[in-house]
């Protein structure tokens, strides 16, 4: 049985390269992985067969990137398609709005509890069958969802279809650690935020095309189908990446004492928790902005609609500025360092703004605040969850887990703060991101210490 993370860690200084250290290994190896389970290219090409090794390699690559982006995709799907629904759901099931807004909760607590289930059992049993029973599962319930007779059976099978697409979320975040290492692994996770960022902006979208079409239940329908086309690309495509000797034997005890491992590791809880409080910022700004821009600043559903697919696409192009420039060039504590400053920058410009201190500003300025604040998510979100999966080479299933829960929960505690003072005033929303910003930054500081020698953040927890 495995030791947990922080009893080995002491006994043990295993250390994972730096940035620097992990592209100059890179350049020498001969191989590095890339895809589940397939070896990349060595730096000869084969014999007898020239260039087929490296074309292999880059779409085999390129396939998994499609596959977890997909699954990182999928519970933005689920919860945002369904909202331009919400009133014909209260309609149809004759339920008081109160009532079908709890499943929306309901999906959200399932997909942040049901990564604490689905990451240990990704480290006692691989990747690939937890993840597929959780697809299967998905698909079930949200079949089921979509010929509901009441609210109360639907809020029940939202509950389940959200358990069952944490799997999804919690073991991307493994299978990339379990193939990617260093300045490699920000990489991808910038890629993976492309995904994940395109995925809510569109997501409304399409469910509003699909009542033109069809009631409420249709988009169910449509995201079973999205369910099936992903459980069966998982199936062939996506083969195991976690070897059995990297496997725990544990049973439910030894998950406990790992994730406890992982907890008691400072700088490792320092990375989640500011990582999370991030995201409870963004998670504010979602939750308010609607109110904010239409009924304050007077703004139309169409112009809201615009402002937060340009805020989105500001997301989007600082994570690939990450991913593509910094990354290599500029060490990860510093980006990390440099989003947080502007989030917490943005989040006090807006404070100031929504509490009156330079007058009657109006919309564009908010908006312009808005802007850079949820633009620096590109550099905070991928290096945060990057510099903490770098320690967690022997639970990366478990420390994914205890990363996305610990979003969710804090970020849907942030929530309904900003309603806290009514619709008729912005700073309830502005004050808690200053907070949120202020915090992880000194979480950021204060237990992760990003100014100590890059062999001690980079310490390996292993097991």
């Known amino acids: 049985m495995p ?11 295993e250390h994972i390269p730096t940035s620097s250290e992990g592209a100059a290994l890179s350049a020498q190896a001969t191989a590095t992985p890339t895809a589940a389970g397939v070896p990349a290219a060595p730096t000869i090409t084969a014999p007898g ?19 977890l982006g997909g699954l990182t995709a999928l519970p933005p799907l689920s919860m945002d398609m369904y909202l331009p629904a919400l009133p014909e759901v209260t309609g149809s099931l004759n339920s008081p709005a109160a009532t079908v807004q709890l499943t929306l909760t309901a999906c959200l607590t399932g997909m942040a509890l049901g990564q604490l289930v689905v990451g240990p059992m990704s480290d006692r049993w691989g990747r690939r069958k937890p993840l597929l029973l959780g697809m299967i599962v998905y698909v079930l319930a949200t079949a089921i969802c979509a010929v509901a ?3 109360e059976l639907l809020i029940g099978f939202r509950l389940l279809q959200g358990l069952a697409g944490a799997a999804g979320i919690v073991i991307s975040r493994a299978v990339v650690r379990d193939l990617y290492d260093g300045d490699e692994m920000a990489r991808f996770f910038s890629t993976l935020m492309l995904i ?15 009542l033109q079409f069809t009631d409420w239940r249709g988009i169910f329908v449509v995201l079973t ?17 976690l070897p059995e000797s990297r496997r725990h034997t544990g049973g439910v ?9 992982l907890l008691a590791d400072r700088v490792f809880t320092g990375y989640m928790i500011a990582g999370s409080l991030a995201f409870a910022a963004l998670f504010a700004y979602v939750s308010a902005s609607p109110f904010v821009v239409q009924e304050i600043y007077g703004a139309s559903p169409q112009t809201f609609s615009l402002l937060f697919g340009i805020n989105s696409i500001g997301l989007i192009a600082v994570g690939q500025i990450n991913g593509k420039l910094l990354v290599g060039r500029v060490s990860l504590d510093k980006a990390l360092g440099f989003g947080l400053t502007v989030i917490s920058v943005a989040a006090l410009a807006l404070l100031l703004m929504t509490s009156g201190v330079f007058g009657d500003v109006g919309l564009l300025p908010v908006a312009a605040g808005l802007f850079v604040l949820m633009s620096a998510m590109g550099l905070a979100m991928p290096n945060t969850n990057t510099q903490a999966l770098m320690r967690t080479k022997h639970a990366a299933g478990s420390a994914s887990a205890l990363l996305g829960t610990s979003q969710f929960l804090i970020g849907a505690v942030a929530s309904p703060l900003v309603g806290i003072a009514g619709e008729a005033t912005a700073v309830p929303m502005a004050v808690v991101q200053v907070v949120c910003a202020l915090s992880a930054m000194a979480c950021f500081l204060l237990l992760c210490r990003p100014w100590r020698n890059s062999g001690d953040s980079r310490a390996a927890l292993t097991g």
Not at 3 to 8: E, F, N, T
Not at 228 to 241: D, G
């Open 149 to 151: 007779p009441t609210a």
């Open 3 to 13: 030791d947990s993370g922080a009893s080995r860690a002491q006994r043990e200084d």
């Open 196 to 210: 994940s960022g395109v995925a809510p902006v569109v997501a409304p979208v399409i469910g509003g095309q699909v």
């Open 225 to 241: 189908g999205v369910g099936v086309l992903l459980t069966l690309v998982v199936w062939k495509w996506l083969h195991e990446t």
């Open 253 to 261: 005890g030894d998950a406990l004492r790992t994730m406890r491992g």
């Open 49 to 67: 067969l020239p260039g087929a090794p490296t074309t292999t390699a880059r779409r085999a690559g390129l396939l998994v990137t499609l596959v």
